[in-house]
């Protein structure tokens, strides 16, 4: 598989596992060091920052069951590094209703390392004020 195809694996990945709630393969699309950053839940960089996220991420969607959908992937590969983005729409369904929670745009930077793609930092930018996570 060429790089752009590896990373465009890695953003599914990312999306199943935090809507499957399979969070710790979640973290496996982090280097080492990675952080995730956005407006309503700060930076949250390093393994055990993440798991801290994690944490909170669940308690706050324990009731729902979340759906994000990615479009306009871009990515400029130079190397064993690479800076990405894309559209992200964050839907939750609760008793059968499901509301659209967020719309807005993932900024990445990524490394290759062990031959594996990986998010370096993720940051997260909302249209509006919707859904935290």
């Known amino acids: ?6 990373i465009q ?3 599914s990945r990312y999306n199943w596992t935090m809507d499957e709630k399979r969070h710790d393969e979640w973290l496996d699309c982090f ?5 995730v950053e956005g407006p309503n839940f700060g930076r949250h ?8 996220f994690i944490v909170k991420y669940r308690a706050e969607t324990a009731m729902f069951q979340t759906r994000h959908v990615i479009s306009n992937i871009n990515v400029d590969i130079q190397g064993d590094r690479a800076v990405g983005s894309c559209y992200v729409l964050h839907f939750r369904t609760h008793r059968g209703r499901t509301e659209l929670s967020a719309i807005g745009t993932y900024h990445d930077q990524l490394r ?3 031959g ?10 909302w249209d509006y004020s919707g859904s935290p996570l």
């Open 1 to 6: 598989m060429d790089d752009l195809a590896e």
């Open 9 to 11: 694996q890695l953003y």
């Open 31 to 35: 280097t080492e060091e990675g952080a």
């Open 45 to 52: 960089a390093g393994r055990e920052q993440l798991r801290q």
């Open 112 to 114: 290759k390392v062990g």
């Open 116 to 125: 594996r793609w990986l998010f370096t930092e993720r940051k997260a930018s």
